[in-house]
Nanobody, 124 residues
Framework: QVQLEESGGGLVQAGGSLRLSCAASGRSIENYAVGWFRQAPGKERDYVAAINWSGSNTYYADSVKGRFTISRDFAKNSVYLQMSSLKPEDTAVYYC?????????????????WGRGTQVTVSS
């Protein structure tokens, strides 16, 4: 069973940067695609970015394209989300998850092993 734990969130001013980490334990995630999602208060959980199992392909929501970068480190069994040029509308709890069902990367129903999330707050 895979357990995922997010970290790296915090309070940052608009225009700033944060690096989120998603550390896996229990078993290796090297054969899984991994996605980042976020959920703002009163809103649904939205897709942010995904990386395929080999790390050779990355995918982004239009709202973060050019500002966020997803990457993975197989030696550390971890996935990262580098966030730059942050905006107040990026404020949310950020979650990582492994893709359990083949298909598109953006639907949350294709994912499992969700972490508990890390809060990102961007002040204006």
């Amino acid at each position: 069973q895979v357990q995922l734990e997010e970290s790296g969130g915090g309070l940052v001013q608009a225009g700033g940067s944060l690096r989120l980490s998603c550390a896996a334990s229990g078993r290796s995630i090297e054969n899984y695609a991994v996605g980042w999602f976020r959920q703002a208060p009163g809103k649904e959980r939205d897709y942010v970015a995904a990386i395929n199992w080999s790390g050779s392909n990355t995918y982004y929501a239009d709202s973060v394209k050019g500002r966020f970068t997803i990457s993975r480190d197989f030696a550390k069994n971890s996935v990262y989300l580098q966030m730059s040029s942050l905006k107040p509308e990026d404020t949310a709890v950020y979650y990582c998850a492994t893709q359990l069902h083949s298909g598109d990367y953006y639907p949350s129903y294709n994912y499992g092993n969700w972490g508990r999330g890390t809060q990102v707050t961007v002040s204006s």
